[in-house]
C-alpha cells in the first residue's frame, strides 16, 4: 500500500493510496484518534453503498461513531447545511477529542472539515473521498469551505486532515459523468508542472476512464504525490500552491453562474477553465497554439466538455462572468490574478492580465458554443 506524505511540521500526515482500504479504515485510524469516537459525514449515495463496510471497520476496531448523512450535490454546501451539521454534533455530544469522518465527495470533504475546522474552536479530521476529484485534489490539503452568494468557497478556513484514505475501490461505483469530471483535476497536475505525466495521460487515460485500477491507482498516487510536494511548501497558498488553481478561476465563476448544480458539475468547470487559461495564454503570447489545440483535443478524446453547456433560461453573458471572477480569492489591489501557461507542464501566477483579455478569449468560446 503506497504512502504519500504530506509534510507539515507537527500537523504533517499520510495519505493512503491503494485498493481494499475501507475495510481496514477503523485500523488504521486508531493510532491517530485522542479518543476512540468518531462522527461520520457522508451523503445518501455513498451510504448506500459504502457505510455498511465503514461501520463495520469501525466496530472491529472498537471505534464508537455517530453518523450524519446529508443530500448529495454541490447545493449542500451552504450555511444553511453547515449549520445543521454543528448542531447535530452539539446533539450526539461530539467534543473536541471526537473526530469527524469526511466520507464522501468534495461536497462532503469540504463541509466537514470547514464543520471541524470551526467547532469548539477546531477538531480533528480524517479525509475518506470516495470520487476521482477527491482523491486526487480535495481532500489534500487543509482547504475547507462552504459556497455562499459571493462565489464558490468564499467562507473557509485552512485545517488539515489527520489521515486520507484514498481507496481506489470505492471508484467503481461513481456514475460515468462523475468520474470522468474528476479526470480533469487529474489532467491539471500534468499541465501545471508535469508534462511527462501529461504524455502518460494520453497514453492511458481511456484505460483509466475504463475503470482499470492499476492506471487509476498510478494517477491518484501521483497526483497526490505532486500536491503534497507544493502544499508541503506553501500551506496557505502565499505562493506557489496558487497554481493549483489552473483553471479553477474561469471555472469558479462558469460554476456560480451555473447555479452550482448539475448543470455543471466542478470538474467540468475545470476542463473548461483550463481550455480557457490556455487561450488567454496563447492571447498574451506566453505560449504556442499548438499547446492549446493539443489540450483541448486531449480532453474531447477523454469525454470532458471544452466549452459551457446551454443555460436552460439566458445566454451565457461574458461580462457576468468576468464579474464573478473579480470576487475570486486570487484577486489582489482588485487585479485578478490568473494562472497561465508558458506551455504544457509549464504554468505561472500571472496579476499583470487585463480583465480585458479574459473577456476576450471568453466571448470567442461562447460565440463558438452558440454557433
Given at each position: ?9 507537527k500537523r504533517?500526515?499520510?495519505?493512503h493510496?491503494?485498493?481494499d ?6 485500523t ?9 469516537r468518531?462522527f ?11 457505510l455498511?463496510?465503514?461501520e463495520g ?14 443530500p ?6 451552504d ?9 447535530t454534533?452539539?446533539d ?7 473526530t469527524v469522518?469526511a ?7 469540504d ?9 469548539l ?7 475518506i ?6 482523491q486526487?485534489?480535495?481532500?489534500v490539503g487543509?482547504?475547507?469551505a ?32 462523475q ?22 495521460l ?11 485500477k ?8 501521483q ?9 508541503g ?8 500552491r496558487?497554481?493549483?488553481?489552473f ?21 467540468e ?10 487561450a ?18 486531449h ?9 459551457p ?22 484577486v ?5 490574478g ?5 506551455g ?21 468560446m461562447?460565440?463558438?458554443a452558440?454557433a
Amino acid at each position: 500500500m503506497p504512502h504519500v506524505r504530506v509534510s507539515l511540521g507537527k500537523r504533517s500526515y499520510e495519505i493512503h493510496v491503494g485498493t481494499d482500504l475501507l475495510q481496514f479504515a477503523g485500523t488504521a485510524m486508531r493510532p491517530l484518534l485522542p479518543q476512540p469516537r468518531v462522527f461520520v459525514v457522508t451523503d445518501t449515495n455513498v451510504a448506500a453503498h459504502h457505510l455498511a463496510t465503514l461501520e463495520g471497520s469501525l466496530e472491529r476496531a472498537e471505534i464508537a461513531h455517530s453518523v450524519e448523512v446529508l443530500p448529495p450535490g454541490e447545493s449542500t454546501k451552504d450555511f444553511a447545511h453547515l449549520e445543521g451539521l454543528l448542531d447535530t454534533m452539539q446533539d450526539v455530544g461530539c467534543e473536541r477529542g471526537t473526530t469527524v469522518v469526511a466520507f464522501g465527495g468534495g461536497v462532503i470533504g469540504d463541509l466537514a472539515g470547514f464543520a471541524a475546522a470551526i467547532y469548539l474552536r477546531g477538531v480533528p479530521y480524517i479525509q475518506i473521498p470516495t470520487t476521482l476529484l477527491a482523491q486526487v485534489d480535495s481532500s489534500v490539503g487543509g482547504k475547507t469551505a462552504i459556497d455562499t452568494r459571493w462565489g464558490k468557497n468564499m467562507v473557509g478556513s485552512f485545517h488539515q486532515p489527520r489521515l486520507v484514505i484514498a481507496d481506489i475501490d470505492l471508484l467503481a461505483t461513481l456514475p460515468e459523468r462523475q468520474l470522468r469530471a474528476g479526470y480533469a483535476e487529474v489532467v491539471k497536475y500534468g499541465l501545471i508542472n508535469d508534462p511527462t505525466f501529461f504524455y502518460w495521460l494520453e497514453t492511458h487515460g481511456a484505460a483509466l476512464l475504463a475503470g482499470d485500477k492499476e492506471a487509476l491507482s498510478h494517477a491518484v498516487y501521483q497526483s497526490c504525490l505532486a500536491k503534497a510536494l507544493i502544499v508541503g511548501e506553501d500551506e496557505r497558498e502565499a505562493g506557489r500552491r496558487a497554481l493549483l488553481n489552473f483553471g479553477h478561476t474561469f471555472a469558479h465563476a462558469l460554476e456560480a453562474e451555473a447555479g452550482f448544480g448539475d448543470l455543471l458539475l466542478h470538474g467540468e468547470a475545470v476542463s473548461i477553465g483550463m481550455v480557457l487559461a490556455f487561450a488567454l495564454s496563447v492571447r498574451t503570447g506566453r505560449c504556442a497554439p499548438g499547446d492549446l489545440e493539443r489540450v483541448r483535443r486531449h480532453l474531447v478524446a477523454a469525454g470532458m466538455p471544452v466549452r459551457p453547456p446551454p443555460l436552460p433560461d439566458r445566454a451565457w453573458d461574458a461580462n457576468r462572468i468576468v464579474a464573478q471572477m473579480s470576487s475570486d480569492k486570487k484577486v489582489k489591489d482588485g487585479r485578478i490574478g490568473f494562472v497561465v501557461a508558458g506551455g504544457i507542464g509549464k504554468a505561472e501566477l500571472a496579476r499583470d492580465i487585463p480583465a480585458t483579455e479574459a473577456l476576450a478569449v471568453l466571448r470567442e468560446m461562447l460565440d463558438q458554443a452558440a454557433a
